[in-house]
């Protein structure tokens, strides 16, 4: 049998992402054969006894994969060492384990994919994939024609340039508006990030929109359901050919910087 990296193997078993197992590696978690791994580029078969917290891992069978509607105040992982509630807390009555397709922040709600598929998850979260969101957010006070440019060119962050991402006010809530925002990257906390910068904080955050997918009406904050064969293609052909998604969304970008 061909050998892989701990990591991925993992990953493959529906442990965690590979990011998330790299931290149980390195955490000292993870063991082979009852030696405790704490190298990056360990190497395994598979037929190796593989352990996780003393637990053994087996890949999984069955590929599942799962559209939430996650509330706030859950986090975006399987486990947390304060005690606090996981997404994975939310799911009853699945006997495979599964683990978030990247993450929405503690205080954000919206659409999260879970699933065991390790490959799955590396293509949509991989930074080529270039795989737009799409946000609805209250926002303090109302962005204006000069915040819609900014988001054009690509606003300037703490971390560097962010790309050109959409911006455009839908709403109004009292004296505040009610945005939808459209990027392609995934930063830690980059949409109340980019709304700081324009001086127009958030108040309220929902992801509503994942590439091909929108967040099912249906769901209440909470509850989950699996994803359509119809689903997983075009979200799969969205990953493996994004170009036309882009050309079409940055074409309009250009339109509405130009006004």
């Not at 999984?60 to 986090?75: G, T």
């Not at 384990?97 to 979260?125: A, C, E, I, Q």
């Not at 508006?177 to 309220?204: D, S, T, W, Y």
């Not at 929109?209 to 997983?232: H, I, N, Q, V």
Request: proline residues 5%; glycine residues 10%.
């Amino acid at each position: 049998m061909e050998q892989m990296r701990l990591q991925k193997y993992l990953s493959e078993c529906g442990v965690a992402s590979r990011r998330a197992a790299e931290g149980m590696i390195a955490e000292g978690r993870v063991a082979v054969d009852g030696v405790t791994v704490s190298e990056m580029g360990f190497k395994v078969t598979g037929r190796e006894r593989i352990t996780v917290d003393g637990k053994p891992v087996k890949p999984e069978r069955n590929r599942i994969y799962i559209m939430m509607n996650k509330p706030v105040s859950v986090l975006s992982s399987v486990s947390d060492d304060r005690g606090r509630k996981c997404v994975v807390d939310l799911i009853d009555g699945l006997k495979e384990r599964v683990y978030p397709v990247g993450r929405l922040d503690y205080d954000t709600s919206g659409l999260l994919l879970l699933t065991n598929d390790g490959d799955f998850t590396k293509k949509m979260t991989h930074p080529s994939s270039e795989i737009w969101k799409t946000y609805e957010a209250v926002v303090r006070g109302e962005p204006n024609e000069g915040n819609v440019r900014r988001f054009a060119e690509g606003l300037e962050l703490d971390d560097g340039p962010a790309l050109p991402a959409l911006l455009s006010v839908i709403g109004h809530r009292g004296s505040n508006a009610v945005a939808e925002i459209r990027i392609r990257e995934g930063r830690n906390r980059q949409v109340r990030r980019m709304m700081e910068a324009i001086k127009h904080p958030v108040l309220k955050l929902k992801r509503v929109g994942f590439g091909t997918l929108e967040l099912d009406p249906a769901l209440k904050p909470g509850a989950w359901r699996y994803l359509t064969d119809d689903e997983l293609r075009r979200l799969a052909a969205c990953a493996e050919n994004p170009a036309h998604e882009k050309d079409r969304t940055l074409s309009g970008l250009s339109r509405d910087s130009g006004k």
